[in-house]
Structures are given as C-alpha cells and as structure tokens.
C-alpha cells in the first residue's frame, strides 16, 4: 500500500515535526501536496505524498504550511 511506503520511507516520523526537531511518530497520516482534485496523474506519486501527523495535516490541507516547504521535505525522503 503506497500510504504504508511514505509512513515507512519517512521513519513512522510526522515530516514537519522531525524538521523541528520533535519526533512525533503518533496520528500519523499520508498527505496529497497537490490535491487529487487538482492533479489525478500525481495521486500515487512519492513526491507528492508526505507523512504527517494530524495537526500538520490539517495544516497542510487549510494552506497554513507552504506547499513549497512541503514538496521540499518529500524531495529530501525521497533523494536519502
């Protein structure tokens, strides 16, 4: 399951929080950069997708965390 594949490529570790510093592993959630909506071509694409926990999520979906950041966190996981 290509949900399972983030959460393991990124240590079963919320991305924003490990950038602070926090290693949240709990409510962890697979967050679409570009929503479904917008790109179907990127629904299962690895550096679309990022590993966060709820509060990050629903960050993430009311635009408060760049989408920028985002795709830069994915782009690390996925080049280490």
């Known amino acids: 399951m290509k949900s399972e594949e983030i959460r393991k490529k990124s ?5 924003v ?8 592993y709990k409510g ?4 679409h ?3 479904i909506e917008q790109d179907k071509d ?9 590993c ?4 990050h999520h629903k960050q ?6 760049d989408k920028d950041y985002l ?3 994915a782009r690390q996981r996925e080049d280490d």
């Open 33 to 35: 950069i570009t929503p």
């Open 52 to 55: 966060l926990c709820q509060e």
């Open 28 to 31: 962890l959630e697979v967050h």
């Open 11 to 15: 240590n079963y570790l919320c991305s």
């Open 42 to 50: 990127r629904v299962l694409d690895n550096y679309n997708l990022i």
């Open 71 to 73: 795709y830069l966190l």
């Open 60 to 65: 993430a979906e009311i635009g408060k965390i």
């Open 17 to 24: 929080c490990r950038e602070e510093n926090i290693y949240n």
